[in-house]
């Protein structure tokens, strides 16, 4: 603190301009006490001591620049707001500032992380649609701006892809952040694959899937960040291919790219490994933060773990407005998370609710193949908690709906009844297109999936306009209205035609749906693709329905014979649903032994 003042002599302002200095510190308190006993000012001719001080204005030093980052989620650190970005506490800041060890600071937030807890820092679409103030948040413009320097470097891009989501994390148009930098393509989370995957057939997959995408890549592995499996051999690619050059880890949000630093690092410090780096041994203590909140990490980490030069950085994960996380609350995104392995599970076939509903309407009667025989097409609808409903409108009766995904989110099968739910004639514009462009050529390969050369699809991108879709937002906004009023949670599941829905289900659909407040918000489930596939008598995996975001898919196979499979995708309004070729995995019928 700076004190000026005027000695009795009125000298006391020449002598502090030629000293260039305050007045003593320990005149302080005297001064203020009772402003005598003052030491005696510069000035020669002023011999006596001065008896008296009149203060005149105190002033405070301006503070000292903030230096440091957070090493765990790349943000600078801030001691003003607490609560916000980058806060860490003054008394722990000034013990890592004494020893000049800044990049030894963790904010409170990633704290907080680190013990389980889902603190958002992204200004996402559930904090749009609460109304949370976005000043204390991130936009995710920001990270896309971020990235754009790495296009002018040399550098070699680790470009990561969640194999639970793989249309969904698969970033496009990566060329315009990245420049013509080489790319080694990494699928993630290989471990929640069912058991007795193949690596090599799923890694020719996730090849076939860059090439549809035009996406050259200098080479392409299978990791587990979590058991370590595929580390070392994509760790020896990398470094064989860095030559020196910088390493940035770029995907989607939430695919594991710090999880895939962290896992690299420790690579690397093994002793006993060939990828042993002796740099990277010294980083041990302070890596990025894990956590399964979207936008973790806010900036670019560096990592100093190469001898020969060069560095890793970790990068913020882009926030892609079409994926199911960016819709859901904290709470909900932590039980979307799978922690063990997928195992499918064999919904109720097209056959079997066709068989339910035709004895549905003979009273005293129950369903069998005697009474009721085979019929040509079978029908369906499948609600996928709160986040997807996929509808069978025509199929053959071997048809099975296999689902994989996450214990959170529960299947509701009903039968259909197609004549309602055509759409009328001249609402909607015919796109007819040929499968491979969705993706590319890949149908053009007889795999072991099954032979695709005849599958053609139909694939439309619309809202209807119907009326029911009208009925259902007018519900919606009512039930928004008196819910306000009466300070009640809201029972209308927007998820289902309310037509369709019986009073005795209500109850069991209020207890499956899963994220179904946070859908609400966005207005209910939509109607985002149209498909026709025509399958032929070899085929067994007719193609997956995946959902932009969500960990899982649902398998469409055709036991036996051939025919048209025809159908239609509802996911919330703003997320997107891929028709995309079946992923190689175990017959879900081995699982039952």
Same mark, same amino acid.
Do not use: D
């Given at each position: 603190m700076v004190v000026l003042g005027n000695c009795r002599c009125r000298c006391f302002k020449a002598a502090l301009s030629q000293r260039k200095r305050p007045l003593d510190q320990r005149a302080i308190p005297t001064l203020r006490k009772n402003r005598v006993s003052a030491p005696r000012c510069s000035r020669t001719h002023c011999? %006596?001591?001065?008896?008296?001080? $009149? !203060? !005149? =204005? @105190? @002033? !405070?030093?301006?503070?000292?620049k903030i230096k440091g980052y957070c090493y765990g989620c790349g943000v600078q650190v801030q001691l003003d707001e607490p609560g916000e970005i980058g806060f860490i506490q003054k008394e722990k800041y000034q013990t890592k500032a004494k020893f000049k060890q800044y990049g030894q600071l963790l904010c409170d937030r990633c704290?907080? /992380?680190?013990?389980?807890?889902?603190?958002? %820092?992204?200004f996402d679409l559930h904090q749009q649609a609460a109304g949370q103030p976005s000043k204390s948040l991130i936009s995710p413009g920001e990270f896309r701006s971020t990235l754009m320097e790495v296009r002018d470097k040399a550098a070699v891009v680790v470009l990561l892809v969640d194999l639970l989501d793989l249309p969904g994390s698969f970033l496009n148009r990566v060329r315009d952040l990245i420049g013509g930098n080489p790319v080694v393509l990494i699928g993630t989370k290989f471990d929640l694959l069912p058991k007795k995957t193949s690596p090599g057939k799923v890694l020719q997959y996730l090849r076939d899937v860059a090439d549809s995408?035009?996406?050259?890549?200098v080479s392409s592995h299978l990791i587990s960040s979590r058991s370590g499996q595929g580390v070392s051999q994509a760790a020896s690619s990398l470094l064989r291919n860095r030559r020196g050059r910088d390493v940035f880890v770029v995907g989607a %949000?939430?695919?594991?790219k710090s999880a895939f630093v962290n896992a690299l690092l420790k690579e690397m410090q093994d002793f006993a490994s060939v990828n042993f780096d002796l740099q990277a041994k010294s980083k041990s203590g302070f890596l990025p933060m894990e956590s399964a909140m979207p936008g973790t990490t806010l900036g670019i980490i560096q990592v100093d773990a190469f001898s020969n030069g060069g560095n890793l950085y970790d990068t913020p994960g882009l926030? /892609?407005?079409h994926r199911v996380p960016h819709l859901l609350s904290p709470e909900e995104m932590t039980k979307l998370q799978p922690r063990r392995r997928l195992r499918p599970y064999i919904a109720?076939?097209? /056959?079997a609710l066709t068989m339910q509903q035709s004895s549905s309407r003979m009273p005293n009667s129950e369903p069998s193949f005697e009474q009721f025989p085979e019929p040509e097409f079978v029908s369906g609808c499948y609600s996928w908690g709160s986040l997807a409903r996929i509808e069978i409108l025509e199929a053959p009766p071997s048809t099975e709906i296999v689902f994989y995904g996450p214990n959170a989110l529960r299947v509701d099968a009903e039968a259909l009844d197609v004549g309602l $739910? =055509?759409?009328k004639p001249g609402e909607e514009e015919e796109e007819e297109q040929d499968i491979r462009n969705l993706w590319g050529d890949l149908f053009s390969e007889n795999s072991e999936t099954g032979d695709l050369d005849q599958a053609t699809v139909s694939s439309k991108k619309e809202i209807p306009s119907s009326d029911w879709t009208q009925d259902l937002s007018d519900a919606f906004d009512q039930t928004v209205e008196l819910e306000q009023q009466s300070k009640q949670p809201s029972t209308v599941a927007t998820t289902r035609r309310p037509d369709s829905e019986p009073p005795e289900t209500a109850a069991l659909q209020e207890k499956l749906a899963f994220g179904e407040r946070s859908i609400e918000l966005r207005g209910g489930l939509a109607l985002v693709r149209e498909f026709e596939i025509l399958a032929s008598g070899v085929t067994v995996g007719v193609g997956d329905v995946s959902v932009s975001g969500l960990p899982g898919w649902c398998s469409i196979l055709v036991k036996r014979g051939g025919g048209l499979v025809r159908g239609r995708i509802f996911v919330p309004r703003g997320v997107e649903a891929y028709l995309r070729p079946h992923i190689p995995v175990p017959d879900p019928e081995s699982f039952r032994m």
């Open positions: 011999t %006596a001591m001065c008896s008296g001080w $009149e !203060i !005149i =204005e @105190e @002033e !405070i030093p301006k503070q000292k704290v907080s /992380l680190s013990h389980g807890k889902m603190v958002p %820092a992204v995408r035009r996406l050259s890549v %949000a939430n695919v594991g926030h /892609l407005f109720p076939s097209p /056959l $739910e =055509e759409t």
